[in-house]
């Protein structure tokens, strides 16, 4: 008789994505996996292959789900400048706001935990790290062009600095800080870059 599956693996995934992203892997033990999944020891490792696999699995559809839609819709929108601020503002919202506010970022979160030891998921983070660089370096090529750069403004090294200040509000949001805050920060660095 072939194994019949009695639950959803992609809603396991779902509460076990939550889990990671709120807690990190590290500190959640196999127990917190079970209970937060319904899973039984058994089927988590039938179906993911143990922890580390779920984990990994988890922060692919976090990214996947969550982080590159945002960075398409900036590389893909025109507008240049107004697009990085409304990147930022939709960043901020969600961190500052709603079901998931003070969670920060599950890539993030796993820059500062023992994930990152793991040579899989530093592979993730790396790769997720160019696609936001590259989206907001996108985005301002377009603003050069639109004469919304100041002359010694190199699009690239401006990239890898406003990518560094989304970590800082991902994790200055999980630390408290509210949404007033972050947006002047962000206001007062992006008015850096204008001419």
């Known amino acids: 008789m ?8 992609e809603l396991a995934l779902e509460r076990a994505e939550k889990l990671f992203w709120q807690r990190g892997a590290a500190e959640a033990s196999i127990q917190d996996v079970v209970a937060a999944t319904g899973l039984n020891r058994s089927s988590l490792y039938a179906t993911f292959g143990g922890k580390q696999q779920l984990y990994l699995a988890a922060i692919r559809r976090y990214l996947h789900r969550r982080a590159q839609p945002a960075f398409r819709h900036l590389a893909d929108d025109d507008r240049g400048l107004p697009a990085v601020r409304d990147f930022f503002a939709g ?5 500052c706001s709603g079901e998931h506010a003070g969670w920060g970022c599950m890539v993030v979160n796993a820059h500062l935990g023992g994930e990152h030891q793991d040579p899989a998921v530093l592979a993730l983070l790396a790769e997720h790290h160019r696609q936001l660089r590259d989206a907001l370096h996108t985005a301002l090529r377009t603003a050069r062009r639109a004469g919304q750069l100041a002359p010694h403004v190199a699009p690239d090294t401006a990239a890898e600095t406003l990518a560094l200040l989304a970590y800082g509000v991902n994790l200055h949001s999980r630390t408290g800080a509210d949404a007033p805050t972050l947006l002047r920060t962000v206001t007062g660095t992006l008015a850096l870059l204008e001419p």
């Open 91 to 95: 960043l901020i919202e969600v961190r």
């Open 2 to 9: 072939p194994d019949i599956k009695h639950f959803d693996p």
